[in-house]
């Protein structure tokens, strides 16, 4: 059977080009991903880092102990690091030489956002030497990390939380890959950030441990040798982030790599099967048994499985470095990354790739199977349509998708927060694009009755025959796609891939992005200006002081925070909070109380959003961490009746945790309210006064609003974009070979639609028109698909923040079904053009006989 299968893959290569094709595409990804990901899994070694030169480095503790319901105890990552105890700082100190770290907020007038402020003694401990100039001998001067030679001996401006200042600079170092710092004298980097977040010690680490140990500093601290000092590296930390968020899309695209090649090596392989009736009748006919033909196609897919698998790792080995080049040049990599290419990686990607093969043609051999050896002497090939392969893709089909509607409907109404957002809605996205494929090749036929219908009511209404509706050409069109269903099938389901995949995912995302610029807009109907950062990471107490003392203003600042609650009694989850003045919250901003009052917001209460764990009640008194996993108990002053908005709790007083390693924390923004009498134009003079030049801006609330989308969208675009042009590339593999299968199959019919009189632009006319009724069809049924998702995302969001535009990508839809029917018409009129060429109908008769 294999020596028969070869040779009926070199015959009949065209059947095989579309799985071959999608099948080396998928592997090539599939590789691609798996080395990407091998690189990921650590951050690479680098010559220098922040602490490469300290053999003992003492941290503070980083994370919280919590106790399950269980009695099991799990330590809990901290939003915000407390510092060193001072006690531990000077046991610690007696065991030898110690560098104490005070790393804070401090930006030069043209310096990038990352940019820190350190103690000039800690720069020994990343390697830093001075290329020119001397160490800061004064408060009044500074050392640059990467400076540039002609800023030696000239004043610079630079902001820190405090707000702005000026010095001189004493020096310069090399530029270093870890960070963007300045350094000052230790005095005055004491003074920006009195807490400690890492001692290096220069003593016997048993010595340092015991110490640390001695002191009781177990629970708040931690001592880090070897390769476990880049731990404290906040570079190392980010790197680790970013890799590790590389890892999501390229799994997730690997996974719609090979699911969609599944579907299009199943698809091609029934569509052969089908064209191959006879010629399997033939071989039953002369003895063969149906597990003999079951053998015989799946030699076939594994012959296929074979040549595209090694023409995929080829290309895989080739593209990951290319892969690594543009994740680097998107910024979602550091730069140096670099994707080894291991044996391991391609072999797991070829044994992914057989799979795929066989698993994509296990229906495929079972209808070969099902063949019988009459058939090979019926006159007539025609096409039979099983009602057992209906019942099983309607009842596939509204399976999939009457549960996803289901659970849509649930989500949105049980756990509206997660159904509003793109990567926790993601799974239910898919089921809906899957749902509808299932369902793409039974509704075909009904859907294309409807569209097509209308011509024919056109006629009726004018008194016509409704033949005559679209011309001959559009009837006999018609009356092929809804006559050759198997082919109506092949051509709608690619489209409605492609179409309800980008509808569903580029819809939500986008609701959900006018979903959060809805929120802001509802929270600042009653502010009149705001004060946002301008290429700074906030804003330093300076803005808030002058922004302040602006007569004639309210103002609301905000400063973010954190706060910790209790999951189910598993967990510790961190949720997003706000520090603001009660008394200004409740008059420059509306939120959406739905219980309590924002007035009563004070030092022992809390107001949280309703999706908090548990549904608290206004009184209710609910334990919560704080940023540096301080414990409390607050009592609810009032429950918020969204859970999308960027604040999910709001405090004030003590449970501000806003200090700590790095300093104190930057106002997010600053809300402003001119109340009635104030002039306006005096009161924009005077705000524009006071954040000129500090790193702010004054801008309108409808500047906010419009601008109001995920932190993460670039990133989130990035990751979808690639999943998303992936699936489309696919789809479009598969409806060409396709077409290009079954025009060229049609020799007979194209004759007979010669043989009776049709020209032969006439005969390309009703192949170009059928192939648009089937992509219509196929568009239809996807658009129908976006509609039921972004439908369950809008519903979740109204639910979470009330009236909220819905957003159906009508634009990319149209553009993407427009490519469906230039790569259809391509697949379909080519070839056809190719088998009537110089031929009368009599000849092509012949030959197609």
């Not at 220069?202 to 140990?213: I, K, L, S, T």
């Not at 063969?288 to 995929?312: F, H, M, P, Y």
Request: with cysteine; net charge neutral; hydrophobic share 50%.
């Amino acid at each position: 059977m294999l020596s028969l299968a070869i040779a009926t893959v070199r015959l009949r290569w065209a059947s095989f080009v579309g799985s071959f094709v999608a099948l080396a595409c998928g592997v090539a990804l599939i590789a691609t991903s798996i080395l990407v990901i091998a690189a990921t899994a650590g951050v690479p070694e680098q010559a220098r880092q922040r602490y490469s030169q300290a053999p003992v480095l003492v941290t503070a503790a980083r994370s919280v102990d919590f106790t399950s319901v269980h009695g099991d105890t799990q330590p809990t990552p901290v939003p915000l690091q407390p510092g060193l105890p001072a006690d531990l700082i000077a046991a610690v100190a007696g065991t030898g030489r110690t560098v104490q770290d005070h790393t804070c907020y401090a930006q030069l007038a043209d310096g990038p956002r990352d940019q820190v402020g350190r103690a000039w003694s800690s720069a020994a401990l990343g390697g830093y030497r001075l290329t020119a100039g001397a160490a800061p001998a004064a408060d009044d001067q500074v050392v640059i990390g990467g400076g540039r030679p002609e800023q030696l001996g000239q004043p610079v401006r630079f902001a820190t939380a405090d707000g702005p200042h000026s010095a001189t600079v004493s020096g310069i170092t090399e530029a270093e890959p870890f960070e963007h710092a300045v350094f000052f004298t230790d005095a005055r980097a004491a003074r920006y950030c009195p807490a400690v977040g890492v001692l290096a010690a220069f003593g016997d680490a048993d010595a340092v441990r015991a110490a640390v140990a001695a002191t009781g500093g177990t629970s708040v601290a931690q001592v880090l040798t070897g390769a476990d000092r880049r731990l404290a590296d906040p570079h190392y930390a980010e790197v680790s982030s970013r890799l590790d968020d590389v890892q999501t899309p390229l799994g997730l695209a690997a996974a719609v790599s090979g699911g969609t090649a599944v579907f299009v090596v199943g698809a091609t392989f029934a569509l052969s099967i089908a064209q191959r009736r006879r010629e399997l009748a033939l071989l039953r006919l002369i003895g063969a048994t149906r597990k003999q033909l079951r053998t015989l196609v799946n030699r076939e897919a594994l012959v296929v499985g074979v040549l595209a698998s090694a023409a995929g790792c080829a290309l895989g080995a080739a593209g990951a470095p290319v892969a690594g080049h543009w994740l680097i040049g998107h910024g979602m990599v550091p730069d140096g990354f670099t994707v080894p290419i291991t044996w391991w990686g391609l072999l797991v990607a070829g044994l992914i790739g057989l799979l795929t093969a066989m698993s994509g043609v296990v229906l495929s051999s079972f209808k070969a199977g099902l063949v019988s050896p009459g058939e090979a002497l019926a006159e007539a090939d025609v096409e039979r349509h099983s009602r057992a392969a209906s019942a099983v893709r309607w009842a596939g089909g509204l399976l999939v998708l009457g549960g996803s509607i289901a659970a849509l409907v649930i989500t949105a109404r049980q756990w509206p927060d997660a159904a509003a957002n793109a990567a926790d809605s993601l799974a239910l996205l898919l089921a809906v694009v899957a749902g509808c494929v299932l369902l793409a090749g039974v509704l075909a036929g009904p859907v294309l009755r409807l569209l097509t219908a209308l011509p024919g009511l056109s006629s009726r209404l004018r008194g016509r025959p409704a033949e005559d509706g679209g011309g001959i050409v559009w009837a006999t069109a018609r009356q092929s796609a809804l006559t050759a269903f198997r082919r109506t099938a092949a051509t709608t389901t690619p489209v409605v891939l492609i179409v309800a995949f980008a509808g569903c995912l580029l819809g939500s995302l986008d609701t959900i992005d006018r979903a959060q610029a809805t929120e802001v807009r509802n929270q600042l109907a009653a502010a009149d200006l705001v004060v946002t950062p301008a290429g700074t990471p906030g804003l330093n107490r300076a803005v808030v002081d002058r922004v302040r003392a602006v007569p004639g203003v309210q103002a609301l600042v905000i400063t973010p925070t954190s706060v910790m609650a209790e999951q189910d009694g598993e967990s510790l989850v961190p949720f997003r909070a706000a520090a603001a003045d009660p008394a200004a919250l409740a008059a420059v901003d509306r939120l959406p109380v739905v219980a309590g009052s924002v007035a009563d917001l004070g030092p022992d209460t809390i107001v949280l959003s309703r999706t908090w764990p548990g549904s608290p009640a206004v009184g209710q008194r609910v334990p919560v961490r704080l940023a540096d996993g301080t414990p409390r108990t607050l009592r609810v002053a009032a429950v918020l009746g969204t859970g999308a908005e960027a604040v999910q709790a709001w405090v004030t007083g003590p449970n501000a945790v806003t200090d700590g390693v790095g300093g104190p924390a930057l106002a997010s923004r600053i809300d402003l309210r001119l109340p009635s009498g104030t002039d306006r134009q005096q009161a924009e003079a005077g705000l524009e006064a006071a954040v000129h030049g500090l790193g702010a801006r004054l801008a309108t609330p409808e500047d906010i609003w419009k601008a109001a989308t995920n932190a993460d969208a670039e990133a989130a675009w990035n990751a979808l974009l690639m999943i998303l042009g992936l699936a489309i590339g696919y789809a479009a593999i598969a409806l060409a070979n396709s077409l290009v299968m079954t025009v060229t199959d049609r020799r007979r019919e194209l004759s007979l639609l010669r043989l009776a009189g049709a020209t032969k632009i006439q005969v390309l006319r009703t192949v170009a028109v059928e192939t648009l009724m089937c992509v219509a069809a196929g568009t239809a049924m996807g658009v129908l698909g976006t509609a039921i998702s972004v439908g369950g995302s809008w519903a979740a969001l109204v639910h979470l923040i009330g009236p909220t535009p819905a957003a159906m990508p009508w634009g990319t839809m149209g553009a993407l079904a427009a490519a469906c029917a230039a790569v259809a018409l391509t697949a379909a009129v080519l070839p056809a053009a190719l088998a009537l060429r110089g031929r009368d109908g009599e000849d092509i008769l012949r030959g197609a006989a």
